[in-house]
């Protein structure tokens, strides 16, 4: 096998470590055990870093000679480099190896994708605002997409190809290049967004393509405004392309989703309520930070992150909307309630392009932090994906910032949440009378979420403060959808009403795939805000209920403590 002229320069010796012998040409069926890796020294004439770009042009080569170019000594702190199709593995859910193969097909050629020239926007419109003909329009391309898995399956314009790419880069089918064992995630980081925005670009232009209607838009689901909380029509229609009949069958329209995810409470006016104090927590009041919102830092070689490294918009409504809808009878909530079925919904594409759309809004939102991120290891990640002409594409997050120059735009609706602000109480707690009976944390913790638990928390500095709320050591079991809530200084004990002002955060996980069975995270909630909203007392305690919603006994809790929030 000859290295491509790039690899040749490097002076490299490398050692090829492996169970089994590579196949020359794996399939796309290959399993986790054809998967090998090279060790590498670099050369003295390559002191620190190599051009990634130079190295990426090997990717395409032959196999084998591509994986030169990813060992760690040359990576360093670098950003996520796009996986190497060839040497897709199983995905999993938890510890058990999924019996679907997620893979895409492979292709000896990619290219670096150069955004086309715009000469006309297509506008995403609200999907409970669509005429019928464009609901007849959407339906048609996706009948034309799924009509290709039947022609071709490995023509990735289909439409179980496209759901696959969603498995593949979120279930542990790609591992990080140069990193075995280490996954590809593209959920919970600052990836978050610009991989989905990247992933609808081509969904829509290949359904642009397949209708030969350079003006198709993704219709998106307003999920953030009374009108499009349920499920919208278009996807319920059991004849239609656009169904599905794996969801939640309690959920279909018009039962209102609940982004708070608490199925025990069922007057709509205060679901909705919920909902629109939900969504100004995660665009306005929450994030403290561009991180806060976009999802923390993600580079080459870092473990692939969980559901707390999210931000608070992915952490919230987005992963309520997959949580409510997703079907209960299967295992693992499938579709919609797992990423690596999640794309085989076709209301999938819809909810991500209202999350996609959440973005702009809050990139337009005036604020006291900065918003653009500017680090390279962000700016410079990159994914693969199939254009709408089955050619595979490199794509770098920050070719994805201006989703106009992308050439598309949202129908502009009401967005009532800007004014959903938690009402502020007129006055403090008691905190002597709400603290009676209550026990101390290092009482309490570990803590089994069996039940609502109350907790008499310190307080580094009296009063109104920047403070972080942490809950530590928190152990899930991954296979499990899981809710719970937290409120600080709550009298009233209304777990289901997370509209006031004493209502800190939540917690969610869709079951999803990780090293290990569990996962260990700290939950960090932001307490500046929510002191001003309770109008706190010059207090050095508070008090902190959480409340288990869904599956409190796969969930331990090991620790609380209050935190000055760290200076940016
Ligand atoms: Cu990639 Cu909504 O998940």
């Keep these: 096998m000859q290295s491509p002229p790039s690899m040749a320069s490097l002076q490299l010796s490398c050692t ?37 770009r130079n190295m990426l042009l090997g990717l395409g080569g032959m196999y084998g000679a591509a994986n030169l170019v990813s060992d760690t000594k040359l990576a360093r702190a670098d950003p996520l480099l796009p996986p190497e199709f060839k040497s897709c593995g199983v995905a999993y859910v938890g510890e058990d190896p999924l019996d679907v193969n997620c893979c895409p097909p492979t292709s000896d050629v990619i290219k670096d994708y150069k955004l086309p020239p715009v000469h006309r926007l297509r506008v995403r419109r609200a999907a409970h605002r669509l005429n019928l003909a464009n609901v007849a329009k959407y339906k048609r391309a996706v009948k034309m997409m799924r009509d290709l898995d039947v022609a ?42 610009p991989f989905h925005r990247w992933y609808l670009y081509f969904y829509e232009r290949i359904m642009a ?67 629109l104090s939900l969504m100004y927590n995660e665009m306005i009041g929450t994030p403290a930070s561009a991180t806060d919102f976009m999802g923390k830092a993600y580079r080459d070689g870092d473990a692939p992150p969980t559901y707390p490294d999210g931000g608070t918009s992915e952490k919230g409504s987005h992963t ?28 999938f594409y819809s909810h991500h392009a209202n999350v996609d759309r959440m973005w702009t809004i809050w990139n337009d939102i005036p604020a006291d932090y900065q918003k653009a991120i500017t680090d390279p290891d962000y700016l410079n990640a990159s994914f693969l994906f199939y254009d709408e002409k089955k050619q595979l594409v490199r794509v770098k997050v920050a070719d994805c910032f201006n ?47 069996r039940k609502t638990t109350r907790v008499l928390v310190a307080k580094p500095t009296v009063g109104k403060a920047d403070e972080v709320l942490v809950l530590e050591n928190i152990v899930t079991d991954n296979r499990k959808l899981i809710k719970f809530d937290v409120f600080v200084n709550d009298e009233d004990d209304k777990p289901e009403e997370v509209d006031r002002a004493e209502y800190a955060g939540g917690f969610t996980q869709l079951p999803h795939r990780v090293k290990a069975k569990n996962s260990v995270s700290d939950l960090r909630l932001n307490l500046k805000q929510l002191y001003e909203n309770i109008n706190i007392a010059d207090d050095d305690t508070v008090v902190v209920t959480i409340v288990p919603l869904i599956n409190g006994e796969a969930v331990t809790i090991g620790g609380i403590k209050i935190v000055e929030a760290p200076t940016a």
């Design 209 to 275: 393509d397949l209708l030969k209607d350079p003006t198709f838009a993704l219709p998106y689901w307003n999920w953030d405004q009374p009108k499009g909380m349920q499920l919208p029509w278009m996807f319920d229609e059991e004849d239609s392309s656009l169904y599905d009949p794996n969801r939640n069958q309690d959920r279909r329209p018009p039962a209102v989703l609940n982004l708070a995810l608490n199925s025990t409470i069922t007057d709509p006016v205060q679901i909705i309520s919920n909902n």
């Design 152 to 193: 071709d399956p490995t023509d990735p314009r289909g439409f179980s190809q496209q759901a696959n790419i969603h498995c593949a880069y979120c279930n542990g089918a790609h591992d990080q290049v140069g990193h075995e064992g280490l996954d590809i995630q593209v959920h919970f980081s600052w990836l978050f967004f």
């Design 16 to 52: 090829v470590l492996g169970t089994t012998a590579p196949k020359p040409h794996t399939l796309p069926n290959a399993r986790r055990s054809r998967r090998f890796h090279v060790s590498c020294s670099g050369g003295p004439a390559e002191e620190g870093k190599v051009d990634r």
């Design 403 to 449: 989703h106009k120059k992308m050439g598309y735009d949202y129908e502009k609706v009401d967005i009532p949440w800007v004014r959903s602000k938690p009402p502020q109480r007129a006055a403090a707690v008691n905190i002597q009378d709400l603290s009676k009976g209550v026990k101390t944390a290092e009482k309490v913790f570990p803590l089994k979420l």
């Design 320 to 347: 309520a909307v997959h949580a409510w809808f997703g079907d209960p009878r299967n295992e693992y909530n499938e579709d919609i309630g797992n990423f690596y079925s999640a794309g085989r919904d076709p209301a």
